[in-house]
DNA sequence: CGTCTCGCTTACGTTCGCGTCAACCTGCTC
DNA sequence: GAGCAGGTTGACGCGAACGTAAGCGAGACG
């Protein structure tokens, strides 16, 4: 069910990341899984924090940005100073994530023109050197 | 003009980079500005080069793949086995860059989402606790 | 009982993308 | 001709995000 207790292991083939990885982002603060003795287990609320943080990653954040972000995730009891700083990080993290955006939609608009160009080239030189 | 050279003070100024950037990207072969006498200098076409290095790390791409890429931007000469590689790493990075787009929207949603909420939890506190 | 597998901690190593000297040349200008 | 500004080439340093190796339990198995 959604509320299984994962194993390291099971989280990384889960995740595609290592232990070392997991254990990192542990020691950076990023994810709190349980102990049962000394080994960890991972719950739901981890699972989650782990796929914000590997999308994070993917859109260039740092992990110390990646943190300050998951607290706007996380509904803890905090006061209001705090609670606004968080929104405050949250804006400007969207800010960044709208500018790529618009950014990402021109590159790619570009990248598709020059393959094209590129493609013709190759039929030009095909046209040229005639194999049949 | 848009073919005037510069320097590479004049290149940093623009471009928001250091000096010692633009020694790094010409030692791992991303740009080849031209010499007089000792001194660098940038043509239009280092500053087309370097506004599409700048732009493929805001993306997250390596140094390495970038410089790849850079080889479908440049008309030049080779052979057909070369441009069809070129090809290939084009279509792969754009390939990145698309499902990129498509999970940065889900992203910037599910932000929005977050920070409406912490706004509205922020709201909540203060009818609790009403200053006037 | 031995040994295997998992996981744990500690700690040093590595890659990327530069920053930061140090030492040198070169062309003014005073 | 001394100084200075601007550029040059090494070479070493550094922080981020892990990799890797060493060594230590603790439970499972035959």
Same mark, same amino acid.
């Given at each position: 069910?959604?509320?299984?207790?994962?194993?390291?292991?099971?989280?990384?083939?889960?995740?595609?990341?290592?232990?070392?990885?997991?254990?990192?982002?542990?020691?950076?603060?990023?994810?709190?899984?349980?102990?049962? $003795?000394?080994?960890?287990?991972?719950?739901?609320?981890?699972?989650?924090?782990?796929?914000?943080?590997?999308?994070?990653?993917?859109? $260039?954040?740092?992990?110390?940005?990646?943190?300050?972000?998951?607290?706007?995730?996380?509904?803890?009891?905090?006061?209001?100073?705090?609670?606004?700083?968080?929104?405050?990080?949250?804006?400007?993290?969207?800010?960044?994530?709208?500018?790529?955006?618009?950014?990402?939609?021109?590159?790619?608009?570009?990248?598709?023109?020059?393959?094209?160009?590129?493609?013709?080239?190759?039929?030009?030189?095909?046209?040229?050197?005639?194999? $049949?």
């Amino acid at each position: 069910m959604s509320d299984t207790l994962m194993t390291i292991r099971e989280m990384c083939d889960a995740f595609e990341v290592t232990p070392r990885t997991l254990r990192f982002y542990e020691a950076r603060e990023l994810i709190f899984p349980q102990r049962r $003795g000394q080994h960890r287990l991972y719950d739901r609320r981890d699972r989650a924090r782990l796929t914000l943080i590997l999308r994070g990653k993917r859109f $260039g954040f740092s992990l110390e940005q990646i943190r300050q972000l998951l607290e706007l995730y996380e509904p803890g009891g905090v006061n209001r100073t705090q609670i606004a700083a968080t929104i405050e990080v949250g804006r400007d993290r969207l800010a960044d994530m709208e500018r790529q955006y618009a950014e990402l939609s021109i590159a790619i608009d570009d990248l598709r023109r020059q393959i094209a160009d590129a493609e013709r080239r190759l039929v030009a030189d095909t046209d040229e050197h005639p194999t $049949g």
